[in-house]
């Protein structure tokens, strides 16, 4: 089991940022997929980002495009997630998720390692 630790949510107004870390405790380096995920309150869990090891893969969900930056960084075995812009409607609890897909797909069945989650709450 692959220790993944989030760090970094909190309450935040509408319109402002936040950066989230995932610190993998040397294990990320070597997983080729690195991804965020997202439960809001009531809803299921949705993906947000994922990136590949090299970072020749990147997606982003369309409702995040163009706010949200994922990124990792091998040498400190930690991948962020620079949320900008923020909604309400990004309120939820994030989660990181480790695997080996070659795709780094944004659906949770390409993850076998999570993280405990972290608490975004973004007010109007």
């Known amino acids: 089991q692959v220790p993944l630790v989030e760090s970094g949510g909190g309450p935040v107004q509408t319109g402002g940022s936040l950066r989230l870390s995932c610190a993998g405790s040397?294990?990320?380096?070597?997983?080729?997929?690195m991804g965020w995920f997202r439960q809001p309150p009531g809803k299921e869990r949705q993906g947000v980002a994922t990136i590949s090891r090299g970072g020749d893969i990147i997606q982003y969900t369309e409702s995040v495009k163009g706010r949200f930056t994922v990124s990792r960084d091998s040498a400190k075995d930690t991948v962020y997630l620079q949320m900008n812009s923020l909604k309400p409607e990004d309120t939820a609890i994030y989660y990181c998720a480790a695997g080996d897909s070659f795709t780094c797909p944004l659906g949770d069945f390409g993850y076998s390692d999570w993280g405990q989650g972290t608490q975004v709450t973004v007010s109007s």
């Open positions: 040397g294990h990320i380096s070597r997983m080729n997929c």
